[in-house]
């Protein structure tokens, strides 16, 4: 049969099933169709029009902001003055860089004592393991806001990091139980006949998990280190409460001081909101893939 042939076969199959919907079939047809395009047509409205009120506002003067709807275009797109006050007086630089080396060592201890603590639960087995587990969900399902008196107790009597950046770092390694649970589904998926073979050649415990376990996790290490970064780089109430001092100030409290000298300067704010957003924005559409298949992956086995 030729492709013509079966293209004229094919035809009158599909008119027929078309054909056959009946008046109420075809009317929910469009309604749902409608109904989808419709309701994410609203959410990308919700959603990106603040950005994009932000976006125009940053670049026109005080009088604009004052006479203008924030709707409506600036007089220029090349007015960058709005930012360089932003960044330069708002001391920006020192925010972005303690953001860095914070984010850094914080996320090298999330992936190291989380996936440490995987390859514990999912490997050995000892007493009381199925209780670990209940206490991690149980610690995963507690509101932080309920547990913030008696972390800060800890953290200003019995660590004594207060005003120092040790306190956000211990938070942000030793509250990740999001990435012990990613970790193990990962884990789940290795076979452990890999590590009998490794025990045979001689390798111990700790060999195994360095040299074989954890070089195999990095679609899992992509996924915690994206979704764990992006959440330090935009969290305000731990140094906001544990970091004070100008000195320690982060990306997220330096803008937040804009409510001072420029709290009713909108130009400044819009440009300031703004040059937060873009890295974060970046780095989540260069990397959204590895964050979408490595959830994939740890979710099947």
Known sequence: MTTSTMRRVAKPSVVRIRRGRTPGQRVGFWATTVGK???????AVVTLGPIVVLFLVSFKTDSEVLTTSPLQGPS????????????????????????????????????????????????????????????????????SVTTQVATFQIIVNWFNL????????????????????IFIQ???????????????????????????????LKPAIA??????????????????????SDQWAVIS????????????????????????IIPTLIAFLALQRFIYAGITRGATK
Request: no cysteine; proline share 4%.
């Open 37 to 43: 395009y419709l309701t994410l047509a609203i959410a």
């Open 76 to 143: 220029s797109f090349l007015n960058f003055n709005n930012y360089i006050e932003a960044f330069v007086r708002g001391n920006m630089a020192l925010g972005f860089f303690n953001t860095a080396w914070i984010l850094v060592i914080s996320l090298a201890g999330s992936v190291l004592f989380g996936s440490m603590t995987a390859y514990a639960l999912d490997r050995f087995n000892f007493r009381g393991k199925r209780l670990v587990f209940v206490l991690f969900l149980l610690a995963a399902l507690v509101p």
């Open 162 to 181: 207060y005003d120092t950046p040790g306190a956000a770092i211990v938070q942000f390694v030793g509250t990740d139980v999001v990435s012990i649970y």
């Open 186 to 216: 990962f884990m789940q998926s290795i076979p452990k006949s890999l590590d009998e073979a490794a025990m045979i050649d001689g390798a111990n415990r700790w060999s195994i998990y360095w040299r074989v376990i954890l070089p195999l």
């Open 223 to 244: 996924t915690v280190v994206i979704i764990k970064g992006i959440a330090i780089y935009n969290e305000f109430y731990i140094p906001f409460l544990y970091m004070p």
């Open 253 to 276: 409290t330096s803008l937040f001081h804009f409510q001072g000298p420029w709290g009713k300067s909108w130009e400044i704010i819009g440009a300031g909101t703004l040059i937060v």
